[in-house]
């Protein structure tokens, strides 16, 4: 993987002009792996995501007695129909969400005693939620410090069905989990949802992955979800490259005054951050769409509109809103987007701080920040990113219009997009 300095400047541009490609889906990229492993026969996974979180997910599967291979972007992964080769297993899952959720429902269905830990920052995120309601469908599980974030310590007999229920107020990941580890219950397993549901549109990408590999879910809209016992089919998949990672270039377009084609994100997307999109024709931009790409074509002069939006089903894109929001003729407010303080860091406390050394007006709330358009700029910032990828893409695109900004730690985007400051610099 690519590696960068400490801290690396960005250089300003007056205008952008480009078609690009964007790395694979990291959301689908690690879904796809677990299915595949858990699926009857060999899947070849195309188009997916190199990074750290993917790899993490890659050695984890490995540790648990998986056989995975790659070629360039391609994986193939001899599934186990549902077992889990070995019976006891420690997996490092560093600062990997999606691996340390989606890891501990599945190693659930096998035999034996499993530890899933992390860096010091996972350690401090919650995970409670997602074994009371392992514990409903006969699963023991426990945390390490009894604090309900990891060390997390499955103790696996298989998954005996029946009906749970989970929250939806803290990340849909947990029910994404449990839904791909359902069908490998002794008898059907209910999922009860309680309280709002957070990304909803994750939901419906596990939904369609879980499909795709032949195993549907009934369900009531986002209320309940009854899960027959099943076995997934191997498949040769087509993974999407990633609409997070698309938002950035589109910002980037939307902030000079400039266009920005990506070429595997289009209107047939399963991946609800694609609506960043949409969110930046309400500020100004001209957004065109195909089947398979989106071009954004940003005002003149990058005088984007303010305004409020709700990014509840999109809550990663809240940060690169948040740094357009410097350059709008109005406010925005950025709304109902709580579980951003329980990311990679506290996300709304992190972007709050770091719009203040530009010399912005912010307010921040329980789940929503108000950023006022910039009047004075204090010049030569330096921003912490807190270790957190998205924090550094996002507040890179402020250089692109304001000279010294400059990025703490910019190697962080190696955890979903290794080469995102060379990508930027093509621009």
């Known amino acids: ?181 359902a069908p490998y219950a002794k008898f059907p397993v209910t999922i009860h949802v309680t309280g709002e549901l957070q990304s909803k549109p994750f939901i419906d990408m596990t939904l369609k992955l879980m499909k795709d590999f032949g195993v549907v879910v009934e369900r009531d809209g986002y209320a309940s979800f009854l899960i027959s016992p099943a076995v997934y089919q191997a498949k040769d998949y087509l993974i999407e490259g990633d609409a997070m990672a698309a938002g950035y270039f589109w910002a980037a377009a939307a902030l000079t005054g400039g266009r920005v084609k990506v070429d595997n994100i289009g209107s047939d997307s399963i991946q609800g951050d694609k609506r960043l999109a949409n969110v930046l024709a309400e500020m100004g931009c001209q957004v065109s769409w195909t089947a398979t790409t989106c071009e954004v074509i940003g005002p003149k002069k990058g005088l984007l509109k303010g305004g409020s939006f709700d990014l509840n089903d999109m809550p990663d894109q809240a940060q690169t809103l948040a740094v357009l929001a410097l350059f709008a003729d109005s406010p925005v407010r950025i709304n109902n987007v709580w579980n951003m303080r329980i990311k990679e860091t506290d996300r709304l406390a992190a972007v709050h701080t770091e719009l203040k050394k530009f010399g912005a007006e912010v307010e921040e709330g329980h789940d929503y920040l108000t950023i006022q358009p910039l009047k004075a700029y204090k010049g030569q910032v330096k921003v912490d990113t807190y270790g957190d990828h998205r924090m550094a893409m996002a507040f890179a695109l402020a250089g692109l219009r304001l000279p010294g900004v400059t990025i703490i730690n910019p190697s962080c985007v190696a955890k979903t997009f290794p080469e995102f400051f060379d990508v930027l610099a093509s621009l």
């Open 1 to 181: 993987m690519l590696s960068y300095p400490d801290t690396l400047t960005v250089s300003l541009k007056p205008s952008i002009d480009k078609s690009l490609a964007v790395p694979g889906s990291k959301s689908l990229t690690n879904r796809a792996f677990v299915v595949a492993a858990l699926a009857e026969g060999t899947s070849v996974l195309r188009g997916g995501l190199i990074a750290e979180d993917s790899e993490v997910m890659i050695s984890a599967l490995k540790a648990l007695g998986f056989r995975l291979e790659r070629s360039k972007n391609t994986f193939t992964v001899y599934g186990q129909a549902g077992t889990i080769p070995v019976k006891q297993a420690e997996l490092d899952l560093r600062l990997s969400g999606t691996s340390i959720r989606f890891l501990t429902a599945m190693v659930a269905v096998g035999q034996g005693k499993f530890v899933l830990d992390g860096n010091e920052r996972m350690r401090e995120r919650p995970i409670q939620d997602l074994l009371t309601s392992l514990g409903r469908l006969g699963v023991k599980t426990g945390t390490k410090f009894e604090t309900g974030c990891p060390p997390v310590i499955v103790e696996a007999n298989g998954l005996a069905g029946g009906e749970t229920s989970i929250a939806g107020d803290r990340s849909s990941q947990y029910l994404s989990a449990l839904l791909m580890a």
